[in-house]
């Protein structure tokens, strides 16, 4: 089959890319399609794929602020030629299912999450917006909402990454989505992992509102217990602002040193509420315990008790609480139990629930 790729936008390496690079491995000879791509972010599994770009690419620093041109993408995306493909995969969190396919083409798309700062988030995203975007995106994000929902229907099956995102597909949308969860490369973060000493906590990923970083920083402050925060992001310098002397920023890190890191840690801090979370996965495959938010994806990748904890309320005395359960917990918990529990969510997992998902689509239309 002629197979094409939808990704909302090729800018950076983070969990929607490697869903893409193990989609390019099912489909060697698939075009991708993106609104946006910096090739100097591609990993050389997807730089050997031809890129076709939307007219969102030639508009002024696109690269940099492709998010102000949100209003657009649909549009973008309805222009994108289609013709001539039996298959098209869109990977969703940006726009990328609205494409246009032929009517005998099938259009399966994966979804991470219904774009969140239209639906779940939105609140969230316009409190910590500037008086300016605050007055645009009323208007702009009440169509945007309109059009998402009646994409939905060009979409002949969702596979959600995990059940609370297909939980959220159902109410948004009002579709059924099957479940296949997000391919890790547990091999690479379980590799050199040991049993010596970890004597800091951890908190990763993007430096944004709704990652909760704050509330790891203000913990570790409070307790002055050791973290260390690697990534980057809008909410750096309020962090930096709030942290105490035990509290280290690293910066974004190469994928060996956040192996690294992880290996090292006593525990991940993951605060925040996610689709799935692929940082949790990976966090256990370097044998490294999870203390989390308990609702959202992390109630499918980790296991209160045996691969981390849960903590039930979203602020800094639930979080201590959680810490103060973990270390009196610390010492019975298994490496080998961690590693166990991240294996169910390898590459070899991902592609055959892909393929099984394409048969039945297949099947459906001879």
Request: with cysteine; glycine share 8%; proline share 6%.
């Amino acid at each position: 089959m002629r197979a094409a790729l939808v990704h909302y936008w090729l800018t950076a390496q983070r969990g929607g890319e490697k869903v893409l690079e193990a989609l390019c491995g099912l489909f060697p000879n698939a075009v991708i399609f993106t609104h946006v791509c910096d090739r100097t972010t591609l990993s050389p599994l997807l730089a050997r794929h031809e890129i076709r770009q939307s007219f969102i690419h030639r508009l002024p620093f696109a690269k940099r602020h492709y998010r102000h041109y949100l209003p657009l993408m649909p549009l973008a995306l309805e222009e994108l030629d289609m013709r001539g493909f039996d298959l098209i995969i869109s990977s969703e969190s940006g726009p990328a299912k609205g494409v246009i396919a032929p009517t005998r083409t099938l259009h399966l798309c994966y979804c991470h999450s219904p774009m969140r700062y239209l639906w779940d988030m939105y609140h969230d995203y316009r409190e910590h917006s500037g008086a300016l975007t605050r007055l645009c995106m009323s208007p702009f994000f009440h169509r945007l909402r309109q059009w998402d929902a009646l994409s939905a229907l060009r979409v002949d099956r969702f596979v959600a990454n995990s059940h609370n995102v297909a939980a959220r597909i159902g109410k948004i949308y009002r579709r059924e989505a099957h479940v296949v969860h997000p391919p890790v490369d547990v091999d690479f973060f379980s590799q050199g992992a040991t049993a010596g000493p970890r004597d800091y906590y951890l908190f990763f990923g993007q430096l944004e509102a709704y990652k909760r970083a704050d509330l790891a920083v203000a913990a570790c402050t409070q307790a002055r217990l050791p973290l260390v925060v690697l990534g980057a992001g809008r909410e750096e310098k309020r962090l930096r602002a709030m942290a105490g002397p035990t509290v280290r920023f690293a910066g974004r890190q190469p994928a060996e040193d956040v192996r690294r890191w992880l290996q090292g840690a006593r525990a991940l801090l993951f605060p925040g509420e996610e689709d799935f979370g692929i940082v949790p996965v990976e966090a256990m495959a370097a044998a490294c315990p999870v203390i989390a938010y308990g609702v959202g994806g992390a109630l499918e990748s980790v296991r209160d008790g045996e691969s981390g904890l849960f903590f039930r309320e979203q602020n800094t005395d639930s979080l201590l609480d959680a810490i103060a359960r973990f270390e009196d917990l610390e010492k019975n918990l298994d490496p080998g139990a961690l590693l166990t529990q991240a294996r169910r969510f390898g590459p070899e997992q991902f592609v055959a629930g892909i393929r099984s998902q394409l048969e039945t689509l297949l099947g459906a239309n001879p």
